[in-house]
């Protein structure tokens, strides 16, 4: 397991930028496959992207492929989430999470998660 800490929620306008961060530490931090994932009220928790351990290989989810682009520093210890054109439907809790095994899409591969940092987007 790997520990995780976001950073960088906030309240944005419609069509503006934000960047979030997921700080991973633990013994495992720089073989760790790392997701991002996000839940609003009354949602089930969603998908929204992921990188390999090397940082070579990427996924995103279908709501936010082209506006949203993840990436890793080359310590491999921080995982950005650069969301662009942001919408008020991408208002939740978006998660960092270290994934365990199997499907990338699916929270339940995933057994180590953050806090979550909040980010709304209204005018």
């Known amino acids: 397991q790997v520990q995780l800490e976001e950073s960088g929620g906030d309240l944005v306008q419609p069509g503006g930028s934000l960047r979030l961060s997921c700080l991973v530490s633990g013994r495992a931090a720089t073989r760790t496959d790392i997701g991002w994932f996000r839940q609003s009220p009354g949602k089930a928790r969603e998908f929204v992207a992921a990188?390999?351990?090397?940082?070579?290989?990427?996924l995103y989810g279908d709501s936010v492929k082209g506006r949203f682009s993840i990436s890793r520093d080359n310590a491999k210890t921080t995982v950005s989430l650069q969301m662009n054109n942001l919408k008020p439907d991408d208002t939740a809790v978006y998660y960092c999470a270290g994934r365990l095994r199997g499907d990338y899409y699916a929270a339940s591969s995933y057994d180590s998660w953050g806090q979550g940092t909040q980010v709304t987007v209204s005018s």
């Open positions: 990188i390999s351990w090397i940082g070579d290989g990427t």
